[in-house]
């Protein structure tokens, strides 16, 4: 394996390691552990700051911020400084190697440019004190730099594109504009605290239709926990997006399951199918228990890698059933180009 596909594969995986530890550390109520940035009080490590921790803390026991917090939040950071070195090296290889195949520079370009992007979103949401818009914006960024290094690793190792009918490829777009729809609906909740505004199944509050007040809930600009106004957020706000977010998930899961039997029921994809099946049932059987059991945190933190997983499935099914590249189009015409002239010749 080259190095390029190796800083790939680890960069791949780093990627997943940082948004699921990142869900952790916001749902372990560590995001302002550290409430200053790059650093924490201006030292890089919380052992370095422990003085400044330990006096803060004991001010505000309840707050935010403790040595244990503390270090939860600048591991997530050194992960995330981590993967951004790796990326720069990615595009520095492409570039230099841009003439050869299965190498793609104006992706990695663009990579570098989300993980600017994302350093930025990692500042403002401590700086900004965890805005909603913001926090919901990180998390996606984290899956888009999944996405790109998905795709980067699918076309460095060659991986072989699928003749598949123009429907099947229709309904793997809309389901990976459906599951990116659904994972923006679960960062809003997640990052507006309203995953348990309804804690009855399938149900809220008793009813199919529970009172909502959309207009507060889904207003972007606002501090957390806030309305646009300055009020406090009321719980048919946070009933609107839990309510939401649920609703989008059928939405999603049906259109995804609809994929899957398209895919399961051709032989060439079968496996792509099948292990899409398993992760839309695990993810919805995650969403359900926390649910049930009051968001515990490893369950709450599976559900995010769920997210994760299905992410990386379906931009790999988008790229395998993908209209042929232009170069693997070009060498099976020469291909069959050469059967003919050669048939050609046995007669003459």
């Not at 990326?87 to 440019?113: E, F, K, N, Y």
């Not at 599976?302 to 099914?317: D, E, F, K, P």
């Amino acid at each position: 394996m080259s190095l390029y596909r190796r800083l790939i594969l680890v960069a791949f995986v780093l990627t997943a390691v940082v948004i699921v530890f990142g869900a952790y550390v916001r749902l372990a109520d560590a995001g302002l552990g550290c409430p200053d940035w790059p650093g924490c009080y201006g030292q890089v490590s919380p052992h370095h700051a422990q003085a400044d921790i330990l006096q803060t803390h004991a001010v505000d026991p309840q707050g935010p911020v403790s040595l244990p917090k503390a270090w939860k939040e600048m591991i997530h950071r050194y992960l995330a400084a981590s993967l951004g070195l790796l990326i720069l090296m990615i595009a520095a290889l492409s570039w230099r190697r841009r003439d050869r195949q299965g190498v793609a520079p104006g992706v990695a370009a663009l990579l570098v440019g989300v993980v600017i992007f994302q350093g930025l979103l990692g500042k403002w949401t401590v700086t900004l004190l965890l805005k909603p818009a913001i926090v919901t914006a990180h998390l996606l960024g984290g899956l888009t730099t999944l996405a790109l290094l998905a795709w980067l690793g699918l076309r460095a190792h060659r991986v072989a594109r699928l003749p598949m009918p123009p429907g099947v490829r229709a309904v793997a777009r809309v389901g990976l504009v459906l599951l990116v729809a659904q994972i923006v609906l679960g960062g809003w909740t997640s990052t507006n605290y309203a995953a348990l505004a309804c804690t009855d199944f399938p149900t809220c509050h008793g009813s199919f239709s529970p009172e909502t007040d959309y207009g507060n809930a889904f207003h972007i600009v606002r501090e957390l926990g806030m309305t646009a106004d300055g009020d406090f957020l009321p719980l048919p706000a946070l009933t609107a997006i839990h309510w939401s977010h649920r609703l989008g998930a059928v939405v999603a899961a049906a259109a995804l399951c609809l994929l899957a039997w398209l895919l399961a029921r051709r032989q060439s994809t079968q496996p792509l199918g099948l292990a899409l099946l398993a992760a839309i049932t695990l993810q919805v059987a995650l969403g359900i228990a926390n649910v049930v059991f009051g968001l515990p945190l490893a369950l709450a933190v599976a559900h995010n890698a769920g997210a994760v997983l299905l992410v990386a499935l379906l931009v790999s099914i988008n790229y395998r059933v993908g209209p042929l590249r232009a170069e693997a189009a070009v060498g099976r015409r020469k291909v069959a180009g050469r059967g003919k002239h050669e048939h050609e010749n046995s007669y003459a």
